[in-house]
């Protein structure tokens, strides 16, 4: 069963140009305790998705459903259980701490904010805590300048985990850290979710650890979906012409394929105001008149949907 279904989901902002269409139109659904990988440059819109779906942002239009319960516009009493059971972690822990706090009083706040604690249980939960998230004890008085990005990172994860939610939004979690450290955090969220059934989106610009840690991909561009399916299919038969291009990049460096890598012209087309029609079509080499018409989602191979009138044209199916 679907843990999380979004419907025709918008999320637009005023500027002084124009409406901003930051989300436009996304559906999908995720089952329990599986990931969702979000990719596409930096822009698409990616981040703003996972931020309207846990209500960070409130939503323009269309629908999010929570366990089958309709949770787009939730009264207080509702959105009070939904910031326990959906949680984000952010790409830069160090913003996201608050520096006057120590890593205890960090872990603890939200704890203390549910109300299910006793003032002498806290300690030893943020302790529980802490060892969850592979926080060596000797930090418990620290402050978040004084750990390294991965430990406050564990920080970051181990708050999110506080009220254990079903769901969690990983915004870039590893995008600000050393090679060395992403593999040790990735590890721990997958650990993490199969020991709790966890359930994420992972929101990332970085193929390569999207690859590593989603069951299922969706590829957006400019606010838009153009390419969904589980990632081994992603991965062996890219169908949309911006995958084969953001795919091109990392796969050129595997010595046992021969992809060609695909350099994008054109400009990028903005996100204020777009026009109908496939909005990839300035840098597409396919493009064709027929692409100025609205391109929905449809599938083209099983449990594979793509955004793209001439997608078996392209890759002659
Ligand atoms: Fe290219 Fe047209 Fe497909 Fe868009 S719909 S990706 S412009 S071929």
């Known amino acids: ?67 089958g319960e309709d949770v787009t516009h939730p009264n207080k009493q509702r959105m009070r259980k939904l910031r326990e059971d959906m949680q984000i972690i952010f790409q830069d822990p160090y913003s996201s701490l608050n520096p006057r706090l120590t890593i205890q009083e960090t872990i603890m ?89 966890l359930t994420y989106i992972f929101v990332t610009h970085d193929l390569s650890v999207v690859r590593h840690i989603s069951t299922d991909i969706c590829v957006m561009y400019l606010g838009q979906m153009v390419e969904t399916c589980p990632t081994k299919e992603l991965f062996n038969y890219p169908l949309h012409p911006y995958t084969k291009a953001l795919l091109s990049a990392i796969l050129t460096v ?31 080499p396919y493009a064709t008149e027929e692409c100025r018409q609205p391109v929905p989602l449809h599938e083209i191979r099983p449990g594979h949907f793509v955004a793209c009138c001439h997608a078996k044209e392209i890759n002659q199916l």
């Open 1 to 67: 069963m679907a843990l999380l279904e979004v419907e025709h989901l918008k999320k637009y902002f005023p500027s002084p140009r124009g409406v901003v269409h930051a989300v436009d139109d996304v559906t999908f659904s995720i089952e329990k305790g599986k990931t969702m990988g979000l990719v596409g440059e930096s822009g698409c819109g990616k981040s703003t998705l996972g931020r309207t779906i846990i209500h960070l942002l409130e939503s323009t239009d269309g629908t999010i459903r929570f366990e």
């Open 109 to 197: 706040e939200p704890l203390k904010l549910s109300g299910r604690f006793d003032a002498a249980s806290l300690p030893k939960e943020a302790d529980r805590l802490m060892d969850l998230a592979g926080i060596e004890k000797r930090f418990r008085t620290s402050y978040p300048h004084e750990l390294d990005g991965g430990r406050r990172q564990r920080v970051g994860i181990a708050r999110a985990l506080a009220l254990m939610p079903k769901f969690i939004v990983c915004d870039e979690p590893v995008s600000a850290l050393d090679v060395s450290i992403q593999a040790q955090i990735l590890n721990l969220l997958m650990d993490l979710q199969e020991e709790y059934g």
């Open 254 to 284: 595997d010595i046992h394929k021969k992809n060609e890598r695909i350099l994008l012209k054109g400009e990028i087309n903005s996100p204020i105001n777009p026009k109908p029609g496939c909005r990839f079509a300035q840098r597409c």
